[in-house]
């Protein structure tokens, strides 16, 4: 129930000792907004480090060859592994229910020419499967289709940097460009989360590029999606079996870790969930100390004032005043001070956060914020820290002798 005088007496008491009350409630104030800021500088790193994979799928698993380092098989250490199409179709049979989407990339570099324009750009040859997988956004006209690729045709999907470079104000979609002296057709164009630098990239059919450079079959890379529907621990088990499948179907030896190098965003994604989960662990840790460190002053300056106010509350008691009723003025002064210094540290630093958070967009670290279920903890906290810090001086308090009291000089 709200007892006015109490309150009254608390104002009273704070108001007589303005300075001391607010070095009091500083330390905690300043607990918690270092507290919050440490938690959003978590998040900001987290969001960063999401943030450089966010242009491709999350479920992605890169395929790459090495080469071989220890003997194996009847063959040298040493040896080049190549990958062809056929270990494209192979992976595709060998699991087809674990695979979303698949496709080869072979990597070129091209100088392209529009009428008086030219600039060099690297190409990344693939099939129509590829546009899921490293989430590329078509923002006119349309990506390589199976026809594309079965018709080994001349078309290109080109990004909004090269159609920038190349074809300035005029619609690229239609129009021919050379590739290296090769006339391709533009069909497409797209943006890419990621950065300039991949906006400055051209798509071509796989076949096509493969029939450019001697009729081979040869690709540089696989790049797959897994099921979506599994977890961590079903992808890791998913990404260990390929990686089986392929070093046998190549004859590395499976503890070669050199001859074939398989990929999975899912590990980079829980490596960085265990490292940011571990600084928000060190984020909270030294903030509860700092926290700690301000109870204590909140509880030094309750003893303090209790002995101040040695003789009233044994008049108080004198008159008939129960423990209980001593124990709440002394626990309702030590939460108001802690909630009242604590919320204006969590202010500040939502403030703070709210203000300068959106604008903050570098690598590795992305919008620091903090969730609504971190202020309901923080507010939980301060509250128990109030209590916490009041605690033993109202104890104290409830158990002062009235004579005890009034005989204190």
Do not use: C
């Not at 709200?2 to 607010?22: A, G, P, S, V």
């Not at 060998?94 to 324009?117: H, L, Q």
């Not at 164009?189 to 990621?194: E, M, V, Y």
């Not at 820290?385 to 005989?407: F, H």
């Amino acid at each position: 129930m709200f007892d006015r005088d109490i309150w009254q007496e608390i104002f009273n008491t704070l108001k007589t000792n303005k300075l001391r009350t607010f070095l009091t409630g500083f330390s905690v104030g300043w607990a918690i907004f270092i507290l919050v800021m440490l938690l959003a500088s978590v998040n900001g790193m987290q969001n960063g480090f999401v943030g450089q994979f966010n242009d491709d799928a999350t479920n992605s698993i890169f395929v790459r060859p090495g080469t071989t380092s220890k003997a194996y098989g009847g063959f040298e250490a040493g040896r080049r592994i190549q990958l062809k199409n056929d270990d494209l179709e192979y992976i595709k049979q060998s699991f087809p229910k674990d695979i979303e989407y698949i496709s080869a990339r072979y990597f070129s570099n091209t100088t392209a020419r529009y009428k008086s324009e030219t600039g060099s750009y690297s190409v990344q040859a693939t099939h129509p499967d590829h546009q899921a997988i490293e989430k590329t956004v078509i923002v006119a006209g349309r990506y390589i289709n199976e026809a594309d690729v079965v018709n080994k045709a001349k078309v290109a999907v080109i990004g909004r940097k090269v159609a920038e470079d190349l074809f300035d104000k005029e619609d690229p979609l239609g129009k021919f460009v050379e590739f290296n002296g090769l006339p391709f057709r533009v069909i497409g164009i797209f943006t890419d989360d990621g950065d300039d630098n991949a906006e400055r990239r051209i798509y071509a059919p796989v076949s096509t590029y493969q029939r450019i450079y001697g009729n081979t079959n040869h690709i540089n890379m696989i790049a797959l999606t897994y099921n979506p529907t599994y977890d961590l621990s079903k992808a890791l088990e998913f990404s260990g079996r390929l990686e089986d499948l392929m070093k046998r179907r190549h004859k590395i030896d499976p503890e070669d870790q050199a001859g074939l190098y398989v990929w999975n965003y899912a590990q980079a994604f829980d490596d960085i969930s265990s490292f940011t989960a571990v600084l928000k662990g060190i984020g909270i840790g030294v903030g509860f100390l700092i926290l700690i460190a301000g109870i204590v002053g909140i509880g030094n300056i309750m003893v303090f004032t209790i002995k101040e106010r040695t003789k009233e509350i044994g008049v108080r008691k004198a008159l008939g005043a129960r423990p209980r009723q001593i124990v709440n003025l002394v626990l309702l002064e030590s939460v108001f001070i802690t909630a009242i210094s604590g919320f204006v540290g969590l202010l500040f630093a939502w403030m703070i956060l709210a203000a300068l958070g959106p604008m903050i967009e570098i690598p590795a670290f992305s919008n620091p914020s903090v969730e609504l279920s971190t202020v309901v903890t923080a507010t939980i906290i301060l509250i128990i820290a109030g209590v916490l810090a009041g605690l033993l001086p109202a104890m104290k308090a409830a158990n002062v002798k009235p004579i005890v009291a009034l005989s204190d000089k």
